[in-house]
């Protein structure tokens, strides 16, 4: 049984993944869950949901957070810089699609979206040399989360 928040909400996270540049963004997932596990989450209460890129993200995390059964959000892609203007569509396209998802559900949306020149650049910020944003993305929803706990007993954040 999924412990409960303050609100009577179930302590439910969710993880969007990108299936596109796969060998990164598996790597942001595993430092993704691990740091939620670390944070407190039970891995039993934590849903991955893999869509095919990184445009898709918004649209998966908005409908999961419509369902009232997630407290957080963590969304994970890479975008990686071709010969044309798609890059900058896509990777836009995501940026304001999540932020737009937390703002209207009011749950806090990790966004660990990379924008690479590479799949050198991605992975070294997949867990090697330029660090972990997926360990990143699920941090900062894990504090989003307390802030707004906080907000909502009235204490100050």
Known sequence: MPKKSRAGQARRAVVAVSRYNQDVTRRLLDGALQTLVEGGWAPAAVDVVWVPGAF????AVDRALATGRYRLAVALGTVIRGETAHFEYVAGAATTGLEAAARMRGIPVGFGVLTCDTEEQALARAG????HKGVEAALAALEMRRVLDGLEDGASA
């Not at 898709?56 to 649209?59: A, K, N, Q, S, T």
């Not at 090697?128 to 660090?131: D, F, K, L, R, V």
């Open 56 to 59: 898709e993200l918004p649209l």
């Open 128 to 131: 090697g040399a330029a660090g």
